[in-house]
Structure formats: structure tokens, C-alpha cells
């Protein structure tokens, strides 16, 4: 019996986790790798510091939405690190056609509507307008499995009463639920 357990105990051992790599962990103070594969990433600089969706919200922790539904196409991220809470959506109501790139102006009109939005937790919120243009860049669409759409963006809004905020190196990379 002891020359089984010789043989079996370390067959054991090696079949636990205690020996495999631990992956690394996802470091928030960087700006994710701009990617095309669908791996649910955002981030962008506001003010020249580095921004990632994070935090507990609703849906979970790091929440990240987005989809594309009847030539509308929007994506939104949260950071929520309490007691402060932001946020950062691209909307594009009509004529999204895919890869390429879009002017986000929130001129709202009959033709649709293209705009960015930042708002934070001071009350303050920010909209692109005619005077505050930004640029969304799809690099990647997938208008049929495996839906993934992919991107960069970038955009500086201004709000009477609150601070200039710019966000540049603005990208994502995310597996939509169609």
C-alpha cells in the first residue's frame, strides 16, 4: 500500500493548482493594447491620466457595454471608484456603416445623432457639440458572429461652469451581444 502512495500522492500534487502559473492581473494604471480580438477592453487618457473602466456597477465589475442594433451603433464604460464615479459613451443613431471614420459633433437633427460623452460624479457633464468635435475610428465590425467591433476615439468637451476635459489615445476592443 505505501509503494501506491508513493506513486499516486505526487500524480496528485501536480494535478492541483498550486503548481500552475497564475496569469497575470490586468494593470489598470496603463492603457490597454490596442486589439481587434474581441477581449472586452477600454481605456483612454482624460486629462493625460490614464482612464480604464472599473469598479463594481450594476452588471458587474469593469463594466463595459456596447452594440449595434438597425444602423445605430453605441458603447459606453464606467469607472467607479467609490466615493467617484465616470463614465464615457460614443453614440452614432444613424448611418453607422461599419469600418471608418465618424465625427461626433451631437449636431441632433433628422439625419442622426454622432456624439461622445464624459460625466463624472461632480455634477459635471460633457456632450461633443458643433465647438467640441471629436473622431471615432472603427478599425474592426462584425456585423455577424463572432460580433466584435474595435476602435479608437478621441475628443475635447468643455462645460460653463466646470473644467476642459480632453480625452485622447482613447481605444476599444469589445465582443457584443447582438
Not at 483612454?44 to 456596447?66: A, F, K, S, Y
Not at 464624459?118 to 459635471?124: E, G, K, L, Q, W
Request: glycine letters at 8%.
Amino acid at each position: 500500500m505505501k509503494r501506491y502512495l508513493i506513486f499516486v500522492f505526487p500524480l496528485f500534487l501536480y494535478s492541483c493548482n498550486w503548481f500552475k502559473p497564475v496569469p497575470p492581473q490586468d494593470d489598470l494604471t496603463q492603457l490597454p493594447p490596442e486589439t481587434q480580438e474581441g477581449k472586452d477592453t477600454f481605456g483612454c487618457l482624460v486629462n493625460g491620466q490614464v482612464w480604464r473602466n472599473q469598479g463594481e456597477e450594476v452588471w458587474g465589475p469593469r463594466d463595459l457595454q456596447g452594440g449595434y442594433h438597425q444602423g445605430a451603433f453605441s458603447i459606453s464604460a464606467d469607472k467607479i471608484i467609490e466615493p467617484l464615479s465616470e463614465g464615457i459613451a460614443i453614440h452614432i443613431s444613424k448611418h453607422f456603416h461599419g469600418v471608418g471614420l465618424y465625427q461626433l459633433s451631437a449636431n441632433f437633427n433628422t439625419n442622426g445623432t454622432q456624439y461622445a460623452l464624459y460625466s463624472h460624479s461632480d455634477a459635471c457633464e460633457y456632450i461633443t457639440d458643433s465647438l467640441n468635435i471629436g473622431i471615432l475610428e472603427i478599425t474592426r465590425f462584425d456585423s455577424i458572429s463572432p460580433y466584435i467591433v474595435s476602435g479608437r476615439f478621441h475628443f475635447t468637451v468643455s462645460t460653463p461652469g466646470c473644467d476642459t476635459v480632453r480625452i485622447t489615445e482613447g481605444r476599444f476592443d469589445h465582443k457584443y451581444a447582438n
